[in-house]
T-cell receptor
């Protein structure tokens, strides 16, 4: 069990550019979650996958955001036309089949200039 | 509405002193309750969780928490803090497996500083 991994750990981009983050969950965890954490706040739920199906999306997930989990393993989160307000830590978590605990990755810190 | 309130933004305690971090929640069904800790530059680490049964739960690093249904509270305690406990602590509530509410709702966190 190597834990949840996220790549990159840090990303600096200019406003208007597109960015993509990757999350690799713990092996055989069928549920995968994305959260966003801004400075001084707790993480806020963005979206959730069970295997490859995206089952829930927050209203925080504007149409500039898209998430995929094509083979039910790793997931990507893409932000198009980034805005300064997108600057945050993006956290990924996975949860095993039949389990109730989410295990978090180290996060990707995005800075939009 | 589902929510978690951590009324203390920042707490400073002396090393060796006892600690209590407050957490109140609002949740329509019987919740799962969690405490996570986040150190600078680190991900969220689960300290402990409550699902059912004994309302006093033990976690890692000497932490414990008590679920009080009548007060909608889940306060975190430690009898004697260490300098390495300085971090951000998040209380969270989640839905039971199989419910539609599978996401976790976090409080805004309490930053713990340790006075030497």
């Amino acid at each position: 069990d190597t834990g949840v991994s996220q790549d990159p750990r840090h990303k600096i981009t200019k406003r208007g550019q597109n960015v993509t983050f990757r999350c690799d969950p713990i092996s055989e965890h069928n549920r995968l979650y994305w959260y966003r954490q801004t400075l001084g706040q707790g993480p806020e739920f963005l979206t959730y996958f069970q295997n490859e199906a995206q089952l829930e999306k927050s209203r925080l997930l504007s149409d500039r955001f898209s998430a995929e989990r094509p083979k039910g393993s790793f997931s990507t989160l893409e932000i198009q036309r980034t805005e300064q307000g997108d600057s945050a830590m993006y956290l990924c978590a996975s949860r095993p089949t039949g389990g109730d605990t989410q295990y978090f990755g180290p996060g990707t810190r995005l800075t939009v200039l | 509405a589902q929510s978690v309130t951590q009324p203390d933004i920042h707490i400073t305690v002396s090393e060796g002193a006892s600690l209590e971090l407050r957490c109140n929640y609002s949740y329509g069904a019987t919740p799962y309750l969690f405490w996570y800790v986040q150190s600078p530059g680190q991900g969220l680490q689960l300290l402990l969780k409550y699902f059912s049964g004994d309302t006093l739960v033990q976690g890692i690093k000497g932490f414990e928490a008590e679920f009080k249904r009548s007060q909608s509270s889940f306060n975190l305690r430690k009898p004697s803090v260490h300098w390495s406990d300085a971090a951000e602590y998040f209380c969270a509530v989640g839905g039971r497996l199989g419910s539609s509410a599978s996401k976790i709702i976090f409080g805004s966190g309490t930053r713990l500083s340790i006075r030497p």
